[in-house]
T-cell receptor, first 115, second 115 residues
């Protein structure tokens, strides 16, 4: 019954590498989001997309970019990974039809470590 | 700016007991929704309960209920008959229904249910 799938549960990358985090949803949701979760800081929005090929910056977009070529897939890209990007990354989606009553559907998260 | 504050980083409760998690928020909007999300260890975040600000009646979902005090901007979560499966990180979130519909999350409360 998994509806938002993040391709990797754990990732270890080297400083300076280009990193791709993939998220796929099968609920035909219009909106998709990338959050970063850090202890004591809660969830912070990196980028979101309300339609194919559309993207909007969130609260902490620096060092990240995104791609949404298909409705079901939203990718987060770290152009040149740095150690301060070590974190848990959460993908989420929501439907315009059901929102706000049903909130967001989250993926299980990708724990990224940059060494 | 919207803010959500969870003042209890960690809490514990004995199995079968009742526990209350605190949340305060600040928004200048009149129309908004409040949510509690649960993130079990190594599992995806799920919606526990939601409250529409225009409704005076407190929301209830089985063992989970809220105490919504609009004037005080307080939105606490009460878990009755705590179970081991309630062990999780709990996030409070506020959503205003204007603009881009972004959530503002609190920093989370880690709840441990003790056998």
């Amino acid at each position: 019954d998994v509806k938002v799938t993040q391709s990797s549960r754990y990732l270890v990358k080297r400083t300076g590498e280009k990193v791709f985090l993939e998220c796929v949803q099968d609920m035909d949701h219009e909106n998709m989001f990338w959050y970063r979760q850090d202890p004591g800081l809660g969830l912070r929005l990196i980028y979101f997309s309300y339609d194919v090929k559309m993207k909007e910056k969130g609260d902490i977009p620096e060092g990240y970019s995104v791609s949404r070529e298909k409705k079901e897939r939203f990718s987060l890209i770290l152009e040149s990974a740095s150690t301060n990007q070590t974190s848990m990354y959460l993908c989420a989606s929501r439907s315009d039809r059901e929102f706000p009553s049903y909130g967001y559907t989250f993926g299980s998260g990708t724990r990224l470590t940059v060494v | 700016a919207q803010t959500v504050t969870q003042s209890q980083p960690e809490m514990s409760v004995q199995e079968a007991e009742t526990v209350t998690l605190s949340c305060t928020y600040d928004t200048s909007e009149n129309n908004y929704y409040l949510f509690w999300y649960k993130q079990p260890p190594s599992r995806q975040m799920i919606l526990v309960i939601r409250q529409e600000a225009y409704k005076q009646q407190n929301a209830t979902e089985n063992r989970f209920s809220v105490n919504f005090q609009k004037a005080a901007k307080s939105f606490s979560l009460k878990i009755s008959d705590s179970q081991l499966g309630d062990t999780a990180m709990y996030f409070c979130a506020c959503l205003t229904t204007s603009g881009t519909y972004k959530y503002i999350f609190g920093t989370g409360t880690r709840l441990k249910v003790l056998a």
